[in-house]
């Protein structure tokens, strides 16, 4: 049983998927936090083109 237990402990398969999966969270933020950061600049840009082209 500790033989069993000292092998999860070593077992490092999985650490490379956490990775992957905090670098995809960190994009993902950085994502939102840029489109929350542009939102009002983009609308009112699009507002103009769209009151241009009318």
């Given at each position: 049983?500790?033989?069993m237990f000292k092998g999860i402990i070593r077992?490092?398969?999985?650490?490379?998927?956490?990775?992957?999966?905090?670098?995809?969270?960190?994009?993902?933020?950085?994502?939102?936090?840029?489109?929350?950061?542009?939102g009002p600049t983009l609308s009112t840009m699009?507002?103009?083109?769209?009151?241009?082209?009318?």
């Open positions: 049983m500790k033989d077992e490092e398969d999985g650490q490379g998927m956490v990775e992957y999966g905090l670098i995809i969270a960190g994009i993902a933020l950085a994502a939102i936090a840029a489109i929350w950061l542009l699009f507002t103009n083109i769209n009151t241009k082209l009318t």
